[in-house]
């Protein structure tokens, strides 16, 4: 099982690139970060974490300049976005984003996606939330298009576009993987259609990801797709070694330990004893 660490990073916290050059010396698989482009003065829509929406989500920088500067410090460590909501953006500007991402990180980028919970937010981008899944599906779609033909079209109900030519085309092959977020068991279903794997939240939906693994067998079993090629990912995992080694006997990937948009001299120490919890159960 694979250990990553998840973060919003921010003006005031540790740089993109000292945590990612840190986890990279450290030992850590990938680095993945969030993202909100704004958060509306006027919000109705509750935080799926709790009363209060902390600091960080108003104040975390873009995801792709964030993973830019830590791809330009580091050489091993795999990069992703946790997650990008890709229903607030234009699919053909992202899919260039992602590439250059790509191109930049030699091939360590890993793209991971979600819908979002903010109404008000996904509003302000024209994102009508009863369709944002179609939206999201047809935004994936599209996109793979774009990274592996040379002239790519594309005509969805919420996505259309003539063909087009966009370059570079990603170093990873076919394109960088696409993690599908969110909770059983309709992202999983999204996952298995369109995804490379899927990122359960710890604390959000059924909490044992370990008991979930066969389910997430069986959905892929039912649409004729090999375990082997799909990856979960849980985020947000607890550092305590019985529940690492329960998620690493039923065949989790990846366990992503969180990071709070703090400083070095708050992040540092946490990222040795994830390290050493990490070693403990290989």
Known sequence: MHYGLTFFPTEYSISPAALARAAEERGFESLWVAEHSHIPACRTSPWPGGAELPQ??????????????????TSRIRLGTGVCLLTQRDPIQTAK?????????????????????NLEEMRN???????????LRESVEAMKLLWTQEKAEYHGELIDFDPVIVSPKPVHKPYPPVHVGGAMPHALRRAVRYGDGWIPLQGRGPDDVAALMPAVRSALAEVGRDVEGFEVSVYGCSPKPERLAALRDAGVTRALFFVPSATEDVVLPLLDDYAKVAGSVE
């Open 56 to 73: 960080m989500y108003y104040d975390v920088l873009d995801p792709f300049v964030a993973l830019a500067s830590a791809a330009s410090v």
């Open 97 to 117: 984003a992602v590439a250059s991402l790509d191109v930049l990180s030699k091939g360590r980028f890993m793209f991971g996606i979600g819908g979002g919970w």
């Open 125 to 135: 981008h024209g994102t009508d939330p009863s369709t944002r899944w179609k939206r």
